[in-house]
């Protein structure tokens, strides 16, 4: 049995530790929950709500992760966790992201049933669990799409950052497979 990877999952107030925690420890990583971004270890952030609150409680942390990321220390980014990557958001405003992948998460179309909640399947055929009311068209660092209303990123990496849209910790095998691949790809 391969040694757990160690990565930091961090805790800023807005994201659903627990399961992400469970469903990490399942794909082989050793988990730190912690609020501070100085581990060394590769980061998942999570969350759940609204982009400009998450901005205000990264607080300090929202410079530190750009650092740390441009610095090529892994980062993984899951729903708004996935958002934040970008370089900004117009959900209830303008405000401005991580600024680590280009592009802008914009609200899915008036047309369509919001939020975006449920299975889905992507452009890369996976069947994962969508809860979400505001997206990124797909840009030059997309990995796989989803169909709601038109087309949106579910999956993106630019370099040691990447994201996914959907809840791979709700997502039971197909989820549990994304992560454990994201795992395995660590350094140890």
Same mark, same amino acid.
């Given at each position: 049995m391969?040694?757990?990877?160690?990565?930091?999952?961090?805790?800023?107030?807005?994201?659903?530790?627990?399961?992400?925690?469970?469903?990490?420890?399942?794909? &082989?990583?050793?988990?730190?929950?912690?609020? *501070?971004?100085? *581990?060394?270890?590769?980061? #998942? #952030?999570?969350?759940?709500?609204?982009?400009?609150?998450?901005? *205000?409680?990264? %607080?300090?942390?929202? =410079?530190?992760?750009?650092?740390?990321?441009r610095? %090529?220390?892994?980062? +993984? &980014?899951?729903? #708004? =966790?996935?958002?934040? +990557?970008?370089?900004?958001? !117009?959900? !209830?405003?303008?405000?401005?992201? +991580?600024? #680590?992948?280009?592009?802008?998460?914009e609200?899915?179309?008036? *047309?369509?049933?919001?939020?975006?909640?449920?299975?889905?399947?992507?452009? &890369?055929?996976?069947?994962?669990?969508?809860?979400?009311?505001?997206?990124?068209?797909?840009?030059?660092?997309?990995?796989?799409?989803?169909?709601?209303? =038109?087309?949106?990123?579910?999956?993106?990496?630019?370099?040691?950052?990447?994201?996914?849209?959907? !809840?791979?910790?709700?997502? =039971?095998?197909? &989820?549990?497979? +994304?992560?454990? %691949?994201?795992?395995?790809?660590?350094?140890?």
């Amino acid at each position: 049995m391969a040694e757990p990877r160690p990565v930091l999952l961090l805790d800023y107030g807005v994201g659903n530790l627990a399961s992400v925690q469970r469903a990490l420890e399942h794909a &082989g990583a050793r988990v730190t929950v912690s609020a *501070d971004v100085d *581990d060394r270890s590769p980061i #998942l #952030l999570p969350g759940v709500g609204a982009f400009g609150a998450a901005v *205000d409680k990264l %607080g300090a942390r929202f =410079g530190e992760l750009q650092q740390v990321a441009r610095a %090529g220390r892994p980062l +993984l &980014g899951i729903c #708004l =966790g996935m958002q934040l +990557l970008f370089d900004q958001s !117009h959900e !209830h405003g303008v405000h401005r992201g +991580l600024g #680590l992948v280009p592009g802008t998460v914009e609200a899915l179309p008036k *047309d369509v049933v919001v939020p975006h909640m449920g299975w889905a399947a992507t452009s &890369g055929g996976d069947v994962v669990y969508f809860c979400h009311s505001f997206g990124v068209r797909p840009g030059p660092h997309t990995t796989s799409t989803v169909e709601h209303g =038109g087309r949106w990123t579910a999956a993106v990496r630019k370099d040691s950052v990447a994201g996914f849209q959907f !809840h791979p910790e709700k997502s =039971g095998a197909t &989820g549990l497979s +994304l992560l454990r %691949g994201w795992v395995a790809g660590l350094p140890t």
